[in-house]
C-alpha cells in the first residue's frame, strides 16, 4: 500500500522563476532554498507524486498561479558548491552537504491567478496553521493539507 499523497506550496518570484517559465522547462530542479525548515520539508517530506501549489511571491499581484508535481526525491543542491553562484555556502561539503532539493514538473497553469488577498479571505477556513496566511511566515516551501489544497483550487 503507498502512502498518502501529499501537498505543498511553493513560492518563486515570477521575475526569477515563474510557472511560465516551468512550462517551457517542463521539470526543473528547485534550488537555492536556504531556509532549514524548507530544506527539511523537501528533503524529508517530499516525495514523487505530491502536488504542488506553484505561487508567485514578491510581485504587483501574489497569488497562485499553477499546479505542478515533486518529480524526483531530494538530492544535494548543486549550487551550495559553485564560488560563483548566488547560493554557494563555504560550510557545504559533497560529503556534507547542507542544502538540499527536489526536482518540480509542470502539471498546469490556473485558469487565473488566485491573488493573496483573495486567499487571506479564507483565512479562517484554512485553520490558524496555514503558513501563507499567518502572521510573520517567510518560508517558501511549505506543507499544505488535503482540505486547504482542497479549498485553495476550488477558488480557481
Keep these: 500500500m503507498s502512502a498518502r499523497r501529499r501537498y505543498w506550496m511553493m513560492k518563486s518570484e515570477p521575475d526569477a522563476f515563474s510557472i511560465d517559465d516551468l512550462a517551457r522547462a517542463g521539470t526543473e530542479p528547485w534550488n537555492g532554498v536556504r531556509n532549514y525548515q524548507a530544506r527539511n520539508f523537501m528533503r524529508d517530506g517530499m516525495r514523487v507524486g505530491d502536488g504542488v501549489l506553484f505561487y508567485h511571491s514578491n510581485c ?62 479564507h483565512a479562517e477556513e484554512l485553520g490558524e496553521g496555514f503558513a501563507l496566511t499567518a502572521r510573520g511566515n517567510r518560508l517558501s516551501v511549505f506543507p499544505v493539507t488535503t482540505p486547504q489544497w482542497q479549498l485553495l483550487l476550488s477558488l480557481e
Design 60 to 121: 504587483a499581484v501574489p497569488g497562485i498561479a499553477g499546479i505542478a508535481r515533486i518529480a524526483s526525491p531530494s538530492y544535494p543542491d548543486e549550487t551550495q558548491f559553485d564560488p560563483a553562484s548566488h547560493y554557494h555556502d563555504p560550510k557545504a561539503s559533497r560529503e556534507q552537504p547542507r542544502w538540499y532539493l527536489v526536482d518540480v514538473a509542470f502539471e498546469r497553469k490556473l485558469r487565473r491567478l488566485i491573488p493573496l488577498a483573495e486567499i487571506r479571505e
